[in-house]
Structure formats: C-alpha cells, structure tokens
C-alpha cells in the first residue's frame, strides 16, 4: 500500500468529476437523448494534488448557458475539495444538439456503452 501521502493520480479525480458535470447537464435538460450530446472540451487547473486517505467532494454548476441553432450550449465549472479546500477546478464544454440538426439517432443502448466504455485503441483491448 502506498503511505498516505502520496498524490492522487488526476485521472481517478477527473472521472467522478466528468460524471458530476453529465448528470447536471442531463438534468437540466427536459427529456435529453443522450446521443445528441457533445463533450466539445475540458480543462483543469490544478491548486493541490488530493492525497490519498483524504476525503474528496465533487460538485459542479452550470456558469454558462445558451442557445444557437437550435442548439444549448453549457459550460460547467467542477470542483474537488478536501477539507473546505479546492484542490482541482474543471471547466468542461457541453453541446446538446436536440432537434437542432438533422441525422441518424443512435439507440441508447448503443450510447450507453459508448459513455461507460468509450471507445478509444486501449478501451477495444480490455473488451
């Protein structure tokens, strides 16, 4: 086991924090079709490396929202705080196209497995 101090790898807190930022903006649509949603990017910035042993909360909110095209367009600020302290901050870009554009509808059991399972070289030699 490694001591208590030793940093956190970014990628274990980067996914609870995507996933905190897809449950928001899933929420914030009315009836969303999970195949009309684009992660268009993400940032972090980095204040303090968790530790592990350390409790970490995730939040996120939505700081910015508009329309074009049809389309919603969210940015989304997340965090992960230990001890009342903000160690990592996220900014992610979320599109949901709606009825916005025209085109082939994935079914969602196909979606489903393309966000739990992604669908990059290493995600096909693990399956």
């Not at 001591?3 to 009315?30: G, K, N, Q």
């Not at 970490?56 to 230990?82: M, Y």
Request: no cysteine; aromatic share 4%; glycine share 12%.
């Amino acid at each position: 086991m490694p001591p208590r101090d030793t940093p956190v790898p970014a990628t274990l807190v980067a996914a609870p924090m995507l996933h905190a930022v897809a449950a928001l903006v899933a929420a914030s649509i009315s009836s969303p079709n999970m195949s009309r949603i684009l992660h268009a990017g993400q940032s972090y910035r980095y204040h303090g490396h968790p530790l592990i042993g350390e409790r970490i909360d995730i939040g996120a909110r939505i700081t910015d929202h508009g329309q074009r095209g049809g389309a919603d367009f969210f940015t989304v600020e997340s965090g992960a705080v230990v001890d009342g302290e903000t160690r990592i901050i996220g900014t992610s870009h979320i599109v949901y196209l709606g009825d916005a554009v025209e085109g082939p509808a994935l079914d969602e059991a196909v979606v489903e497995n393309v966000m739990l399972f992604g669908t990059g070289p290493l995600t096909q030699q693990l399956t």
